[in-house]
Each structure stands twice: as C-alpha cells, then as structure tokens.
C-alpha cells in the first residue's frame, strides 16, 4: 500500500505532533512511532501504546545536526567523526543529555540522537523542527514494520496518524553506539557494520561490542523482535519436524540443502544479506499469517550484517 503524499499530509503529522499525539512515520531502517519528545506526557502515550517497559529508552530524531548542542553534548573527536561521516543514515549516537527529558531517557545519562535518511521523515523533522523521539511502531517485543500495513497490523486505532511511505529500504534498526574512552561501542548491531566503522578510522580507533556483564548493554534481557509463533534456529536434526503442517522454514541467504524443505512451508530465499535484512520481519509476519506454529529460521555467519540479523534472530529465539 503506498499512497501519494502531498504537504498537506506533512503540515498534518507535524500538527499532530504539536497537539500531542503520536504519528508513526517511515525512516529508512523501520517505521517509527513518534512523539514531541520535549513533551513528557506525550512521550508516556508511546510507552502506552507499545505496552513497552519504563526502563528502556527511545531515539531522539533531529532533522540536522547543528541542532545537537541544544539537546545533548559531543564530546569528543571521534563523536563528531561519526555525525559528519555516517548521518544522516542509520546510526544513533548515544550522546551526553542536556535537556531531553528522562521519560525518553529513562533516567540514563545520555541521549540516542538519529538523523534518518527519509524524505518523509526528513520533511517531517525540518518542518517539526523540535526533536522527535520514536521506538520502532510495533508493540514492545514484536517485529520492528517495515510497511505501513504491518504498523496497522500490530496497533491500529492505537495512533491517530500514519504517514505511508511504503516498505522501508533497509528492514532492520539502526547501528546504536557510544564512545567509551576513544573506543567505538556497539551497543546495537545494525546497518553500519563493525568492519564499516573499524574502516572509517582505516582501524586505528578499537570498534568493539558492547558487553553483558558491564551493564553497558542493558535492554538486551528480554525476547525481542519475534513474530507470535516460537522461533527456532535451524539444525541437522529433521527429526524435530513432526508436525510439518504448522512448521515453517526460513531460508535465508545461500541456498541450503537441509532435508526438511521438501516437506515443510519454505519462507523465502534471498540472494543478498541486504534483501535478508529488508524481509526478514515481513516473513515472520507472514508466518503467523499463515498459522506456523514453529519456524526454523537458517543461521547466517556472524561477520559485517549477518551479525545484525542474527542479533535480531538470536533474541526473537529467546523465551
Ligand atoms: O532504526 C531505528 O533505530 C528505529 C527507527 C524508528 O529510528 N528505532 C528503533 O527504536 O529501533 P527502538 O526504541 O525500537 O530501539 C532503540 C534501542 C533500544 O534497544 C534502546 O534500549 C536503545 O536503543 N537506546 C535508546 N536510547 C538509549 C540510551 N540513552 N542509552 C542506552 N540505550 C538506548
Ligand atoms: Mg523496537
């Protein structure tokens, strides 16, 4: 479904912003659910909505970067490296807070900053002007959209207004880091990769990612990303697929020979890590659609966006 988008629609969303409410939009990695993010119980309508717990943060969304030091401090060098090399695009910066407000913060110390490389998303922010906070537009726990159908799937009548772009270029979240001590921390794979990053200082600046036991990464407990059915990761072991009615697989990039895809639902085979990544929520929508019960999904190898994917797979495996 992709309708045509004239300024009226625009003038509309940002309307909609200033009253308060909530308006999901495109962005290039997943449709957003946005609020004024300066105003608080505006922000408390986005944690309602997604049923999403207090404890865990939103972006913040600004149309240029000359508009940072309003909101949050770049301290360092490489900071700025990051904003002038990889924004806009689908990076977020966790940045040290000056203003935002702790709803959208949780109370943390610094502030996720993105600059979306979407027309309508762009459009939107250079006529709000003021920052727009924004988690993926799905219920806490489920697959981020990528389509507007998808958004409506998971909660419409929950938002007052949709902004349709049509499928989003890139299908999964953006790349969330920090500087820590002039090292680069990953805190989310995604689009931007390790390898694009240890690059862009030609691999004189240490790219690592975040870990557990140092609470640098706390969100990550919890079952995320996952369709209603059970996610497993793919085996040998074909005796696993007894019920084969209501069993799915996913194929994702090579071609794979696995015994049990003559007889079960085979979602997709995808030439490219990209395309993996751009499908891979729609195909678990499509499986409980289709009443799949479990789907097997194939492991990808865990080097440049195949981490991010199977970070994405690894947690909807999660129970
Ligand atoms: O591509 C994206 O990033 C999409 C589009 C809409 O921009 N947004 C998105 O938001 O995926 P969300 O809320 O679904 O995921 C944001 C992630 C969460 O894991 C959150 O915990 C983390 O970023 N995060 C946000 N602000 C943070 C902060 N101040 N400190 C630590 N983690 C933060
Ligand atoms: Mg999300």
């Given amino acids: 479904m992709t309708t045509f988008l004239d300024q ?3 003038d509309l969303a940002a309307q ?3 009253d308060g409410e909530l308006v999901a939009f495109p962005t290039e990695t997943v449709y957003g659910l946005g609020a004024d993010a300066m105003n608080p119980q505006a922000v408390s309508k986005i944690f309602e909505v997604k049923q999403r717990p207090q404890d865990n943060p939103l972006i913040v969304h600004l149309a240029h970067p000359d508009q940072i030091g309003q909101y949050a401090r770049i301290s360092s060098p490489l900071e700025q490296t990051l904003i002038q090399k990889l924004t806009p695009g689908p990076l977020t910066l966790l940045l040290e807070n000056i203003s935002i407000p702790d709803i ?3 109370g943390h110390r610094s502030v996720g900053i993105r600059f979306p490389d979407h027309p309508l998303a762009l459009a939107l922010l250079s006529l709000f002007w003021w920052p727009i906070c924004a988690p993926s537009a799905n219920r806490s726990g ?3 959209p990528t389509t507007t159908q998808m958004v409506l799937d998971d909660i419409d009548g929950r938002i007052p207004y949709i902004l349709d772009g ?3 270029l890139w299908g999964i979240e953006s790349t969330v880091v920090k500087v820590i001590n002039d090292e680069i921390v990953i805190y989310r794979p995604g689009l931007v990769t390790l390898e694009d990053l240890t690059d862009l200082w030609d691999g004189q600046v240490v790219v690592r990612y975040a870990t557990l036991d140092t609470g640098e990464s706390p969100w990550v407990r919890y079952r995320h990303y996952a369709p209603m059915c059970e996610v497993r990761l793919l085996t040998d072991d074909v005796s696993l697929f007894d019920n084969s009615e209501s069993v799915g697989v ?3 990039h090579e071609m794979t020979t696995h015994p049990a895809l003559v007889w079960v639902r085979v979602y997709d085979r995808w030439q490219s890590l990209a395309e993996c990544a751009q499908r891979l929520y729609q195909s678990y929508t ?3 659609h289709d009443g799949i019960q479990i789907l097997y999904v194939q ?3 865990e080097h440049g966006l195949g981490t991010a994917i199977m970070n994405r797979v690894n947690k909807s495996v999660m129970r």
């Fill in 8 to 10: 009226s629609h625009i």
């Fill in 104 to 106: 959208v913060t949780a």
């Fill in 286 to 288: 499509q499986a409980d």
């Fill in 299 to 301: 492991q990808l190898s």
């Fill in 166 to 168: 049509g499928a989003c």
């Fill in 250 to 252: 996913l194929v994702m």
């Fill in 16 to 18: 909609t912003l200033r």
């Fill in 142 to 144: 489920r697959p981020s």
